[in-house]
T-cell receptor
Framework: EAQVTQNPRYLITVTGKKLTVTCSQN?????MSWYRQDPGLGLRQIYY???????DKGDVPEGYKVSRKEKRNFPLILESPSPNQTSLYFC?????????????FGEGSRLTVL | GNSVTQMEGPVTLSEEAFLTINCTYT??????LFWYVQYPGEGLQLLLK?????DKGSNKGFEATYRKETTSFHLEKGSVQVSDSAVYFC???????????????FGSGTRLQVQP
């Protein structure tokens, strides 16, 4: 089954404690992105990857890091989480660049930073 | 810059009612337009899309027409079901940046509640 898998689905943590949200896709897609969803703001892109070892900042990259060492994985790293990073996070992948083809989303990871 | 404006929700309808969710956009060039749907506890799924002016996207009984003259892409369905209850996002494709990145710009989402 074609899917994008994120872990953890839910996480409560404290300010400053490093965490990683994993994302894996089994569709051999080149393009992967991370978005955050906040009430009234829709989805905003955090980081974007066009292929292995190729990443670019999205619209709201501050406080986040990513890496793309393998085609299937695109982890999101919060080195020192802060309460304003409390949000619902989505990983997405696509065969074509976003906007030219369908995006496939994971089920989301709800993060709370106390 | 690019932006998408959707009607605020929630929209509450009875089963078999007619649905319209308004979406207007601001963009440079000729973007593609999309509707994504998010069912409770799930990620977003592509519902339909249109890539040029006057195109009509359709899927699962939903339709939307790309209107360049009014910069709109309203979502419609003739007869909604309880299973259509979800959050609906309008989105447009942004131009490529000078680093080769391309993104979708999403609206804030409209929650639809269909009552039996």
């Amino acid at each position: 089954e074609a899917q994008v898998t994120q872990n953890p689905r839910y996480l409560i943590t404290v300010t400053g404690k490093k965490l990683t949200v994993t994302c894996s896709q089994n569709m051999n897609h080149e393009y992967m992105s991370w978005y955050r969803q906040d009430p009234g703001l829709g989805l905003r892109q955090i980081y974007y990857s066009m292929n292995v070892e190729v990443t670019d900042k999205g619209d709201v990259p501050e406080g986040y890091k990513v890496s793309r060492k393998e085609k299937r994985n695109f982890p999101l790293i919060l080195e020192s989480p802060s309460p304003n990073q409390t949000s619902l996070y989505f990983c997405a992948s696509s065969f074509r660049p976003p906007g030219t083809g369908e995006l496939f989303f994971g089920e989301g990871s709800r993060l709370t930073v106390l | 810059g690019n932006s998408v404006t959707q009607m605020e929700g929630p929209v509450t309808l009875s089963e078999e009612a007619f649905l319209t969710i308004n979406c207007t956009y601001t963009a440079t060039g000729y973007p593609s337009l999309f509707w994504y749907v998010q069912y409770p506890g799930e990620g977003l799924q592509l519902l339909l899309k249109a890539t040029k002016a006057d195109d009509k996207g359709s899927n699962k009984g939903f339709e939307a027409t790309y209107r360049k003259e009014t910069t709109s892409f309203h979502l419609e369905k003739g007869s909604v079901q309880v299973s259509d209850s979800a959050v609906y996002f309008c989105a447009l494709s942004a131009p490529y940046t000078d680093t080769g990145r391309r993104a979708l710009t999403f609206g804030s989402g409209t929650r639809l509640q269909v009552q039996p």
